[in-house]
């Protein structure tokens, strides 16, 4: 057991919050009202569905990667953002959220663990980048057909694969998980093969063939389940709490 703001304080300082210019808050962003955490309920997105299935486990933390109050996004807490935070105040669930944060953390963070499922060797942030885009020099080079058949195994969905390369053996292999379509030019700039990312827009299409990189939308939900799962299993063994991770399917 640990009190929330002991549990809070604990990753931001773990996860270096304060190294980010965010979209959004990371960190407590719904006070439910319980302040002694037992069970974390981890998640990709605080989706409604996501919090029934928390109150369901009787969850006095719900641990997610995407949460509320972004940028831009109007503050009200109406509609589909009011029945969310309706439901977790009604039953008594805090809710934490950590979002570039936790994609670039060294140990626990989605592009590293990306990495390392797919057996990328020596995975490790391209400079510049604030620990957002990866890469790996493969130990041999790979057929654009085979990198794709692996991404589909390790992340259980067939990605979206455009040819840039020229049909090339693919030997430099840049990702970014989540919607980070927009670091293709970096990536090719800094002479990869390939990148991999979770979304893809019409116009990346044509910058990857006009780039000659290969580009592969491997789905944003797929690519950053890792992180938060690997957060709330390292708080578990940390602070003994339980600790569950439930998957609420997205085919984007």
């Known amino acids: 057991m640990i009190e929330i703001g002991k549990l809070e304080a604990y990753c931001n300082r773990f996860l270096d919050v304060s190294g980010f210019d965010d979209y959004c808050p990371n ?4 006070d439910g009202g ?13 989706s409604l569905a996501l919090i029934e299935a928390a109150a369901e486990q009787n969850a006095d933390l719900l641990l997610v990667h995407h949460g509320y109050f972004w940028k831009g996004e109007s ?5 589909v953002k009011g029945r969310r935070v309706r439901r ?13 944060p936790l994609d ?19 995975p490790r942030p391209l400079p510049g980048t604030g620990g957002l885009l990866w890469q790996s020099v493969l130990s041999e080079h790979l057929t654009s057909a085979s990198l794709n058949e692996r991404l ?17 053996p693919l030997r430099q292999i840049g990702w970014c998980t ?38 592969f939308a491997a789905g944003h939900h797929a690519t950053e389940r ?21 998957d609420v399917p997205n085919p984007v």
């Open 88 to 100: 977790l105040m009604g039953e008594g669930i805090n809710l934490m959220a950590y979002h570039l």
């Open 27 to 30: 960190g407590l962003q719904v």
């Open 34 to 46: 319980k302040r002694d955490i037992r069970k974390i309920v981890t998640g990709v997105t605080g």
């Open 152 to 168: 589909g195994e390790a992340l259980g969905r067939i990605p979206l694969f455009i040819e840039g390369a020229g049909g090339r």
């Open 226 to 246: 890792f992180g938060v799962q690997a957060l709330g299993v390292h708080l578990a063994n940390k602070f003994g709490l339980a600790h569950q991770f439930i």
């Open 104 to 122: 670039a953390h060294g140990q626990l963070g989605n592009n590293r663990l990306l990495g390392d499922r797919m057996a990328f060797p020596d």
């Open 178 to 215: 989540g919607a980070a379509q927009s670091y293709l030019e970096q990536a090719a700039a800094a002479g990869l093969d390939a990148f991999i990312s979770g979304e893809i827009s019409e116009q990346t299409v044509h910058l990857a063939r006009e780039l000659g990189i290969d580009y």
């Open 75 to 79: 503050p009200e807490l109406i509609g």
